[in-house]
C-alpha cells in the first residue's frame, strides 16, 4: 500500500486515524465505506507503524515539519493543469525517460501491459469501440506519440479520432491462446502509435475475449483497473443513451510530467537521492544457480509457474504478521530473502519490488506511468533470528516509502557506476504483492464480463515472485527468465518457499540458517540415500589391483576432474606409469 496517497485520501473523506493506548481509532463526522473499513483493516500493522512513527502530528503539522527542514516529504501540494502554450516541447517523466531509451536502444516487448476478458451475450461491437476510443480521449497519455529532438524526448498529443478496434472473426477457443500472445508481442511503435490498443476475437455463440495491451510509458498496473472499470460504466452508458458517471480528471499527465521535473529538483530530489546512495552503496549483483548460461544481453523471454497456499495456511500467514506488527508484504518479502539467500549463498540480498507511486488524490483516476520501483536491501549476517529479520525489513520498508519520490531512474544513475548489459541494475529479482483482486464477473445488460486466464511470455527480471491474495486463499507465482532457468527449477523454488513459510509458521524465533527448507522426501535422500556409499571390497586385493582392474573394465570413463583438465583411467594410468619410472630413476 502506498501509506502516502492512503492518508491523502483519508483526509479526502474527512476519515482521522489517531492511536490511543496502543490500540487504532478510527474517527469521522460521516459513515465510512465499508471498502475503505477494509482497506484499512488489511493494513492495519503498517498504518499503525506510521502512526507510531508520527503520534500526534496531523497532516497539516506533519507538513511544517517537513518544510522547517527544507525536506518535502509528506503530504504534496495539489498538481493543477499547466498552460501548454507555455510549454514549447512537454517533457517526459523520468520513468518515460528510461522507457523511451530502452525502447531505442533494445526494444521493450517485455514492457506491454496486457487485459484480456471474456465477453458472453449479445455484444455491441460499435458501442465497444466507442467505449475504448473514449477512454483513449479521456485519457490524452494514451494518445501522446514520442518523439525526439537533439535525443531528448517529449509528448507531442494527437487526437483519438484514427483510434479503431481489432478484430479477428471465427476463431476457435483453443487456438486462441497463440494469436493473442502474438497479438501482444507487436512491438509499438512509440512516435506513431496510440499507446491503447485493442483486439476483439469472435469465439461463436455470442462468445468473445477483449485483448487490451498498454504499453508501460503510458501505464501500469494501477492504470488497468481503471481501464476495465471506466470500459463497463461506458459500455453501460452508451448503450442506454445515459450520461456516464465517471470522475472529472482535473489534470493529465503532461500536467504530472512538467510538476515532476519542475518540483523534484534540487533540495527535495538530493535529500531522497542521498538516502538510497548511502542504503545502496556497494550493492552487489545476485548470483542464483541456473540451468542455462547467462546470455551476453539480458533475455526477456519467460514463463510463469503458480501454487496456491489454501484458506487455513493462508489465515495463518496474516495471524502472524499481526502478532509481530508487520504487514503480510513483509512477512512474505522476508521469507522470500532467506530463499534466495539459501540459493545463492550470498547475505547482503537486495529486492525490487513496485509502488503505485501516486502519492496526490488527483493522480488516483488517472492512466499514466506513476509506478516507482524501490530496492529493499537487507543484510542477512549474523544468523540473526527470523523475527529480528521482520524488524530490519519493516524499518528498510518504511524508510522506502518515505523516500519513494526519487525515481528508480534517478537511483540507478546515482549509485550504478558500470552497468552490465546482461543483468538489471541494483537488483535481479523482483517481489510483488496485490492485495486488491479485479472483479472476477460483472455483468453489464445482456453481456457478461469475466476474466480471461491467458500464459505470459516475457519477464523482466531473472525472477519476479507475485503473490496475490484471493477468496479462497493466496496464489503465489514466479514469472522467470527461460533463458536461465528450465521449469522444473522454478517448481521446486515454489516448493522450498512454501516449506520456509511454514518453517516460520512453527516457529518464528527460529535462526534464518536453521529454517528447514527441504521437503521430507528430499531429506531423506539428502540424509540417507546420497550417503548410503557403503560397498563390498575384496579383502584379498589392494588399491592397486583394483585400479588396474578398473583400467581393463572402463578404460574411457573419467577418473580424475580438476577445474577444466580430466582424465580417463587408461590415461591415468599411462601417467601414473610415467611418473613411476621418473621416480624409480632418481
Same mark, same amino acid.
Given at each position: 500500500m502506498d501509506v502516502l496517497s492512503f492518508f491523502q485520501r483519508l483526509n479526502k473523506e474527512g476519515v482521522k486515524l489517531t492511536l490511543k493506548d496502543g490500540s487504532l481509532k478510527v474517527n469521522s463526522n460521516k459513515a465510512i465505506d465499508q471498502k475503505l473499513i477494509l482497506e484499512i483493516k488489511n493494513n492495519k500493522s503498517l498504518i499503525v507503524s506510521y502512526l507510531e512513527k508520527y503520534q500526534g502530528e496531523n497532516a497539516t503539522e506533519l507538513k511544517e515539519k517537513y518544510q522547517s527542514k527544507n525536506i518535502k516529504r509528506g503530504l504534496l501540494e495539489k498538481i493543477t493543469p499547466f498552460d501548454k502554450k507555455d510549454e514549447d516541447k512537454i517533457p517526459l517523466s523520468f520513468s518515460q525517460d528510461r522507457l523511451w531509451f530502452l525502447d531505442q536502444f533494445e526494444g521493450t516487448l517485455a514492457y506491454h501491459i496486457p487485459t484480456a476478458i471474456r465477453l458472453e451475450g449479445a455484444l455491441n461491437i460499435k458501442v465497444l469501440e466507442e467505449s475504448l476510443r473514449t477512454i483513449v480521449a479521456r485519457h490524452e497519455i494514451l494518445r501522446t506519440n514520442l518523439v525526439s529532438e537533439d535525443g531528448i524526448g517529449y509528448q507531442r498529443i494527437i487526437s483519438e479520432k484514427d483510434w479503431s478496434l481489432d478484430q479477428v472473426r471465427t476463431i476457435q477457443e483453443e487456438k486462441a491462446n497463440t494469436t493473442i500472445q502474438n497479438y501482444i508481442n507487436i512491438p509499438f511503435d512509440l512516435s506513431n502509435d496510440y499507446k491503447l490498443r485493442a483486439c476483439l476475437y469472435h469465439l461463436g455463440n455470442d462468445n468473445y475475449i477483449l485483448v487490451c495491451v498498454f504499453h508501460h510509458i503510458a501505464s501500469d498496473g494501477w492504470s488497468s483497473n *481503471?481501464?476495465? @472499470?471506466?470500459?463497463?460504466?461506458?459500455?453501460?452508458?452508451?448503450?442506454?443513451?445515459?450520461?456516464? @458517471?465517471?470522475?472529472?480528471?482535473? *489534470? %493529465?499527465?503532461?500536467?504530472?510530467?512538467?510538476?515532476?521535473?519542475?518540483?523534484?529538483?534540487?533540495?527535495? /530530489?538530493?535529500?531522497?537521492?542521498?538516502?538510497?546512495?548511502?542504503?545502496?552503496?556497494?550493492?552487489?549483483?545476485?548470483? /542464483?544457480?541456473?540451468?542455462?548460461?547467462?546470455?551476453? #544481453? %539480458?533475455?526477456?523471454?519467460?514463463a510463469t509457474i503458480s501454487l496456491e497456499l489454501n484458506g487455513e495456511f493462508s489465515a495463518s500467514l496474516k495471524s502472524l504478521s499481526k502478532q509481530e506488527g508487520v504487514t503480510l508484504f513483509m512477512l512474505l518479502l522476508s521469507t522470500f530473502k532467506v530463499m534466495l539467500s539459501r540459493y545463492s549463498g %550470498?547475505?547482503? #540480498?537486495?529486492?525490487?519490488?513496485? *509502488?503505485? @507511486?501516486?502519492?496526490?488524490?488527483? /493522480?488516483?483516476?488517472?492512466i499514466g506511468f506513476f509506478a516507482n520501483t524501490l530496492a529493499l536491501r537487507s543484510d542477512l549476517t549474523g544468523n540473526l533470528s527470523f523475527k529480528e529479520l521482520l524488524k530490519k525489513v519493516k524499518q528498510t520498508t518504511l524508510e522506502s516509502y518515505d523516500n519513494q519520490l526519487a525515481s528508480f531512474e534517478k537511483v540507478v544513475d546515482r549509485v550504478v557506476a558500470d552497468r552490465n548489459m546482461n543483468v538489471s541494475p541494483l537488483f535481479q529479482v523482483m517481489f510483488v504483492l496485490q492485495n486488491t483482486p479485479s472483479n472476477t464477473q460483472v455483468n453489464i445488460d445482456d453481456v457478461v464480463v469475466s476474466e480471461y486466464e491467458f500464459d505470459r511470455v516475457t519477464s523482466q527480471f531473472d525472477l519476479t515472485l507475485n503473490v496475490l491474495e484471493t477468496d479462497s486463499g493466496i496464489l503465489i507465482s514466479i514469472e522467470y527468465c527461460t533463458a536461465l532457468f528450465e521449469s522444473a527449477t522454478i517448481d521446486r523454488m515454489l516448493v522450498h518457499y512454501k516449506e520456509l513459510l511454514n518453517s516460520v509458521l512453527n516457529d518464528v524465533n527460529q535462526p534464518i540458517g536453521s529454517l528447514p527448507m527441504l521437503t521430507e522426501p528430499e531429506t531423506v535422500q539428502l540424509l540417507e540415500v546420497f550417503n548410503n556409499t557403503e560397498?563390498?571390497?575384496?579383502?584379498?586385493?589392494?588399491?592397486?589391483?583394483?585400479?588396474?582392474?578398473?583400467?581393463?573394465?572402463?578404460?574411457?570413463? *573419467?577418473?580424475?576432474?580438476?577445474?577444466?583438465?580430466?582424465?580417463?583411467?587408461?590415461?591415468?594410468?599411462?601417467?601414473? @606409469?610415467? /611418473?613411476?619410472?621418473?621416480?624409480?630413476?632418481?
Open positions: *481503471i481501464l476495465i @472499470n471506466e470500459f463497463v460504466e461506458l459500455y453501460s452508458s452508451l448503450k442506454s443513451g445515459k450520461e456516464a @458517471n465517471l470522475p472529472e480528471l482535473p *489534470i %493529465q499527465y503532461s500536467d504530472y510530467a512538467i510538476w515532476q521535473r519542475q518540483y523534484l529538483e534540487g533540495d527535495v /530530489l538530493e535529500s531522497q537521492l542521498s538516502y538510497w546512495e548511502e542504503k545502496l552503496n556497494e550493492v552487489g549483483t545476485l548470483v /542464483l544457480p541456473t540451468d542455462y548460461n547467462r546470455p551476453s #544481453i %539480458q533475455s526477456t523471454e519467460g %550470498q547475505e547482503d #540480498i537486495c529486492v525490487g519490488t513496485p *509502488i503505485a @507511486n501516486r502519492t496526490q488524490s488527483e /493522480l488516483e483516476g488517472m560397498v563390498d571390497y575384496p579383502k584379498d586385493k589392494t588399491i592397486v589391483d583394483v585400479f588396474a582392474a578398473q583400467v581393463v573394465n572402463s578404460p574411457e570413463a *573419467i577418473a580424475v576432474v580438476y577445474k577444466e583438465e580430466e582424465f580417463t583411467y587408461k590415461e591415468l594410468d599411462e601417467r601414473s @606409469n610415467q /611418473l613411476a619410472h621418473y621416480l624409480s630413476e632418481q
